[in-house]
């Protein structure tokens, strides 16, 4: 190459670095040659691409030859401009808006609300930390772990909760035996059913007899062990219709049915479970029915799915969460929950309404955190750390309730537990029957608000169907919002429900129990 095209060479680069042209950049190398003058030759295309490429990095990142590019330098090497670039430039100029629409609105598509959301939760904070100072000006500390220890530890000499839940085996062994008798044909399936619904309903009227007679019997108490006979309820209802199912779909059927092992056998090497299939009736042994009675499920199966090893760490992190959310959760009962309750006895008495609202939606606040606490304490921390200690498998206790669009969908979500069991022993055989879609669905509310009524008004030994009609409420409230609301306004529907809706029921039970028994008092 020449000397003039070698003192060119620098020059030539930055030209035909890119022309900005009406059809957007194009390449100077394209199917044209640009120079200044005759001087200098074109070098071959696949030197000129490889320059090109390097020129164009350069300048997207401000240099050309190593050296910074000025404002200067990048309109020298665009070249000459044609009079249409000349004007689209000015047109630019002139013209500085667009079709577009606010961020703020659903047509934008925009969705990173992230420092909002970061807002909102430091509002929520800041609003929180004013009331609860506020209510240790006010209250001082309340928080006193001793007093709750005293209501378990009320009449000491009988302990009617504990000898109440030990006194539940009489009607695990009695389910046992039954379903022994009909797998080896000494009763008949007639006999059977009705010995399994006599044991069913002593289940629930024994525990409500004893504690609407017994006068030593604390609420606290008398709800877990209320709770405690429930949930056996429901485990015996699942457990006698699974193994009427295995007896009629028949002894060669029931060995290909799918399970996880109720009844593993531990290796010597490896400390690993050694899992075998039980098909009936070998499923119906002691060691069997205990464990699906501490098992975090309600709905039997002859095999269940099991982790292969239990994880200490994993186990150790349970066993904190369930201590530490326990304190926690007893402390805002006595520090926020006690104190406002107090303080609404007088306008429930006066039923001044506007101050009735006033302290309903206070005492909503307190209420729907210790719920959601509770969520976490039980659904999370509790049950898993039950099902790691005993293996269980199947850890879907809870799915996505938090993004429920409807009523429907959270009350599917929320308790995965009791939405099997409604599903399996209840609303699945009530439409084999025949029985209408929605009817069953009302059903399935119905006996939910039966169980809801049953755990509140027993160990308050007060009957306000409160409850009942707060589950009741739930069916119109489910039509409604999916029919009218979609999106984010059925989230906060069901939100606004969950805040103001049931936990209020809840609080107006509390309210009348210290209005009948501590009323004179205060």
Request: a positive charge.
């Amino acid at each position: 190459m020449s000397d003039g095209a070698g003192m060119l060479g620098p020059l030539a680069r930055r030209r035909r670095t890119t022309i900005h042209g009406s059809a957007g950049v194009k390449q100077a190398n394209g199917s044209k040659w640009h120079q200044d003058a005759g001087d200098g030759k074109p070098e071959s295309p696949g030197k000129a691409k490889k320059k090109d490429a390097a020129s164009r990095k350069a300048v997207g990142h401000g240099k050309v030859d190593g050296e910074p590019v000025t404002a200067a330098r990048q309109a020298d090497s665009n070249g000459p401009r044609s009079p249409g670039n000349e004007e689209e430039q000015l047109s630019d100029r002139l013209s500085c808006h667009v079709l577009q629409e606010s961020l703020l609105s659903s047509a934008s598509g925009y969705s990173n609300y992230r420092g909002i959301l970061n807002w909102c939760v430091i509002m929520l904070v800041l609003s929180n930390a004013r009331l609860f100072l506020e209510n240790l000006i006010k209250y001082g500390i309340l928080v006193d772990p001793i007093q709750v220890v005293s209501l378990f530890l009320k009449d000491p000499y009988s302990w009617p909760a504990a000898c109440l839940t030990i006194a539940s085996n009489v009607f695990i062994l009695a389910a046992f035996h039954t379903e022994r008798r009909l797998a080896v044909g000494t009763i008949s399936e007639t006999t059977g059913r009705i010995l399994h619904f006599f044991n069913l309903t002593c289940t629930l009227i024994f525990p409500a007899a004893l504690i609407l007679r017994v006068t030593s019997m604390t609420p606290v108490g008398a709800v877990i062990s209320l709770a405690i006979y429930t949930v056996l309820f429901l485990k015996l209802f699942s457990y006698q219709d699974t193994n009427r199912w295995c007896r009629e779909i028949g002894q060669a059927k029931a060995k290909k049915l799918t399970r996880s092992y109720s009844c593993p056998t531990v290796a010597p090497c490896n400390g690993s479970a050694v899992q075998t299939h039980v098909s009936y009736p070998g499923n119906l042994t002691h060691r069997d029915i205990y464990y699906f009675i501490f098992a975090p499920t309600l709905c039997y199966q002859l095999n269940f799915p099991r982790s292969p090893r239990i994880r200490k760490r994993f186990l150790i992190r349970r066993l904190f969460e369930m201590l530490f959310l326990m304190q926690l959760l007893v402390g805002l009962i006595q520090q926020w929950m006690v104190p406002t309750i107090q303080n609404s006895m007088k306008p429930f008495q006066e039923m001044d309404f506007s101050r009735m609202v006033e302290r309903l939606l206070k005492l909503a606040v307190p209420n729907h955190l210790i719920w959601l606490i509770f969520f976490y304490w039980f659904f999370h921390s509790s049950m898993n750390f039950v099902a790691e200690l005993m293996q269980f498998g199947d850890r879907e206790f809870y799915r996505d309730w938090w993004n429920s669009e409807t009523v429907t969908y959270f009350w599917a979500n929320w308790n995965i537990p009791v939405h099997k069991w409604c599903l399996r022993h209840f609303y699945r055989p009530m439409l084999r029957r025949g029985v209408n879609r929605r009817l069953a669905q009302i059903a399935v509310f119905l006996g939910s608000a039966f169980f809801h009524e049953f755990l509140v008004s027993i160990p308050l030994k007060m009957f306000r169907l409160w409850a009942f009609m707060g589950m009741m409420a739930q069916v119109p409230l489910a039509w409604f919002v999916s029919r009218f609301l979609n999106g984010n306004y059925g989230n906060a529907a069901v939100w606004v429900s969950l805040i103001i809706g049931q936990p209020v029921a809840v609080l107006m039970y509390v309210h009348d129990y210290y209005v009948i028994h501590h009323g004179s008092s205060t």
